[in-house]
């Protein structure tokens, strides 16, 4: 006997195609750049594996494990003119098609073209942790904020010069480390996200499109003073913090500023500097200062606990070797 809900639905007739281009369009003014492309590119690979674009409702749960088991054979050739080489699909990357797999069956349940979610009854593929990522030292963030105000030392004569962005450089290393946003979340907070009285910032486009509210101090906020001093008269609650020409109109790229930190990096003699290494650092000095997990996972963005309790790990880390530096049994010789 059909189940009663059953009698009134009508089958949706929404391809996989449709079904990506409805949900992009429902929900653009909710969904970053980047996360459109995700969307695409995932579509691209459901149309490699079965080859023609499917009705969503046809679909099974075993259509789908055997899409999952296919990605991992297959191979990913890079874009672009640089001749690089061929690879299999990491295991990220297979984590990351389930997830947004994920988030069009959630769509499609509230909008009432299927009635559950069988993504979430696929275990997400499994990826070996990151690798380790050193949190930057007090001494390391020195020389990088001193690396802010002269350029790398000539080859042709001993000399270096001023850097004319030394604030806005300098700002950016403390934003970085006092609020730990993502590259792409920096580059995207505007004058209007900004409030020097709260001493906070409206991350305005987090992963998943959310908002957030993140924090810096006051040491922070007299630097904030200082680098919207020279700006405001000629600047709009829309203008961009961040910049990459005079005229204060072009906003930050997350790829001009890992160039950024990379060279500040070079020019401090510290290795594998890069954006993400500041996110690190302010989680776990958050957690070694007292901070709680649970209100570090809103203040970076996390939808749980995964990534926090990797972070815990690492303090946790800390604590067993100072155990191992002040055992009473092993320096008493007992």
């Known amino acids: 006997m059909a189940h009663p809900k059953s009698l009134h639905r009508t089958k949706s007739n929404l391809t996989v195609t449709k079904a990506f281009d409805k949900m992009i369009f429902e929900r653009r003014s909710d969904l970053s750049p980047h996360t459109i492309n995700d969307y695409i ?41 640089a001749p690089r080489p061929s690879k299999p699909l990491s295991a990220k990357t297979r984590r990351n098609i389930h997830t947004n797999l994920s988030a069009l069956y959630t769509w499609l349940v509230k909008t009432g073209h299927v ?33 802010c105000d ?21 700002l950016i290393v403390k934003l970085l480390l006092d ?4 590259a792409q979340e920096l580059c995207d907070v505007q004058l209007k996200h900004v409030s020097l009285a709260q001493r906070a910032i409206v991350v305005p486009h987090g ?13 922070t906020s007299k630097l904030m003073w200082e680098h919207l001093d020279v700006r405001l008269e000629s600047s709009r609650p829309e203008g961009y913090l961040f910049t990459v020409d005079n005229a204060n109109t ?7 500023l890992r160039r950024l930190v990379g060279r500040l990096g070079e020019r401090a003699g510290i ?35 995964e990534m926090v309790e990797h972070y815990a790990h690492f303090v946790q880390a800390d604590v067993k070797r100072d155990h191992q530096n002040a055992s009473p049994v092993d320096n008493w010789k007992l």
């Open 271 to 305: 290795t594998n500097v890069h954006p993400h290494r500041f996110r690190h650092t302010f989680a776990t000095e958050y957690l070694r200062n007292g901070g709680q997990m649970m209100a570090l996972k809103d203040l970076l963005g996390h939808s749980d606990f």
């Open 115 to 147: 009635e559950e979610n069988i993504i979430r009854t696929i275990d997400r593929p499994g990826y070996k942790s990151s690798p380790r990522i050193d949190p930057l030292t007090h001494d390391e963030i020195d020389a990088l904020i001193e690396a």
């Open 150 to 170: 002269h350029t790398a030392r000539w080859a042709t004569k001993d000399t270096v010069s001023l850097r004319h962005t030394a604030l806005r450089d300098k």
């Open 207 to 219: 992963k998943g499109d959310k908002n957030r509210v993140v924090h810096f101090g006051n040491r």
């Open 41 to 81: 590119v995932t579509g691209k690979h459901v149309l490699t594996y079965f080859e023609h674009d499917p009705l969503i409702v046809d679909l099974s749960r075993d259509d789908w494990i055997g899409f999952f088991n296919d990605l991992c054979e297959r191979i990913n050739t890079p874009a672009g003119i």
């Open 250 to 256: 072009r906003p930050m790229t997350r790829h001009a």
């Open 179 to 182: 609020t730990g946003m993502r």
